[in-house]
């Protein structure tokens, strides 16, 4: 380990001894924003080569993400399950673990919801049903980070590695499931039982935004807080800067890796429980959203800072349903949507 | 299960073996260069793919050969982007990495279903090279010695690197690069271009594999076709332990393991596909837990060099 790093995580450490330019919240602001810019130049570009019109293209996503009612409400429903998976990785990401194995523990989780969700919405009535749901979730989420968190912990293993691995296995696994124990007797197609859409979670009044969102916002400001105000948080980001220094002041530096790469997994599973529950109802074979290595990208973008994550997540959220042709968004029943 | 290893059973495994195997072994010989030389280049995965595209795209307008070289070219050229930001300017080389394979993905989708995307052309086969008598040996040599030149090529491979890494002047460079790059500075070695070369090297093997996948291998390009092979190959060098030799072994039992489950369909025993897409990780995960131990990976792997920090 060199001296700096612990701050070249954050990308863009300025060179020791030249005062930076760049340093301060304009200096934050624009590295946020910048290389958004430049990407989206940089798509530009490619849509040039392959023939369309960049600045119509970009038009309409922003006209069918943003500007219609209807895109409004569903890039705030899109947020939530991406704040939540945000808060999942810069729990990881601030103790310099390195979850990337983010939409292994989604499916896995999402397949548990949607696999029991229709028996126990239906024996615990409303809010209780949903509350074990998402606690299963999150174990699942959580559970299923455990062999590259004690890989990591006990032999030193680089859990990029270990925890992409689990995704291969994960997303199978989910599909084995969904197609094996899971499997609807309802219908010719592989998926689960579909969840009553009473027993869902509730919609925000006069909208079709579920409450998840709300749900997400509090896991965000959560996630800030701990990381910022409390001896947890601190003890994380001394772990993810300097895992020696951790070790001299006492840090339970084993124990502290796997607390924190379960928590990582566990609102990453949360993240599924809250998409499953408050869209769809059930999960069909085949279905990943791939929201892990998306994610990646805005959260270092947000400099691993939680609050940061939301304008970020909301940019991509107006992204990527604006770029959803409406037929597909309204059925929402689509394999990528 | 004696009936079960029947000829045609060996031969499937083991012309399956190299078919997955290829890849795989090129792609880890790039990363073995690159570990050693200091360098984890996470991005490995998206070399392949614009290798696997930038060697089909050449090789549908002239020839297989000038595909393969056409994707170990496409592979470089994004090896020069990771070698920019993570050598030069010593950023992160996982968020590089990342950010390399995502980019990869998106562009050779987007880049593949606009010129493709309604006509999915095909390749013919590459012709295979028969080694006279050797091709006649009974269950395994028509498998074997009966393959495209390209796979020669590959298995030579293992031997360059093995030479270069361990007794030329280059590969002692390269290996105090990653386990000193204090020491070899002070002997008068520049750490960037040292490892600047590695990073090359690695793109360069890193998309010939990919352009094997979709030239040789598939005959086809598909959006997302490497599917996680670029890990995989980063596993094998890490078990491996940056010994050329050993990723040849690792390479054929992964790329075994892989066409297994074809083989098994051969003599009748049905596997679901998710099994079949699962077992390589699965494979993966059970190695690196036997031998979690034993991976090892150079001093310096990961870290930026910056010459008079400690």
Known sequence: MTENAGTSVLGFEPQIGTPSRWSGWRGSLLQGVGPILLGLLAGGVLLLIVGRNPLTFYGTIVNRGLLSPSGVQDSLTRMAPLLFMAAGLIVAFRANIWNIGGDGQFLMAAAVVSGFGPQITGAFPGGLGLAILCGMAAAAGGLWTIVPAMLRAYYGLNEIITSLMMTFVGVNLANLLIKGPFRSQATNVPQTDVIPKDDLLPVIPGTRIHVGILFALVAIAMVHYVMTRTSFGLRLNVLGANPRAAIHVGIDVRRLTIVAFMISGAFIGLAAGIEI????????????????????????????????????????????MGATPPPEKQACLTISC | MTELFTTAFVAALISGGILAGMPLLLAALGETVSERSGVLNIGLEGMMLMGGYGGFVVALYTNPWLGLAGGLAAGVLTALIMLVFCVRLGLDQIVVGIALLVTAEGITSVLQRAQFGTTYPRLDAMPVFQIPLLSKIPAFGQSLFSQPLIVYIGFALVVVVHWVLGFTSMGLNLRAAGEKPQALDAAGVSVVATRSVAVLVTGGLGGLGGAYMSIVGAGIFVPFMTHGAGFIAIVIAMLARGRALWVLIGAMLFGMSVSLSTALQLVGVNVPQDVVNMLPFVAVMVALIVFARQAYLPAALGSPYTRGSR
Not at chain 1, 285 to 309: C, E, I, K, S, Y
Not at chain 1, 314 to 319: C, E, H, K, L, N
């Open chain 1, 277 to 320: 529950l408050g869209v769809w109802g059930y999960v069909r074979a085949d279905w990943n959203p791939n929201f892990g290595l998306t994610l990646f990208a805005l959260v270092f973008l947000a400099r691993l800072n939680a609050l940061a994550t939301v304008p970020l997540v909301g940019f991509y959220a107006v992204i990527s």
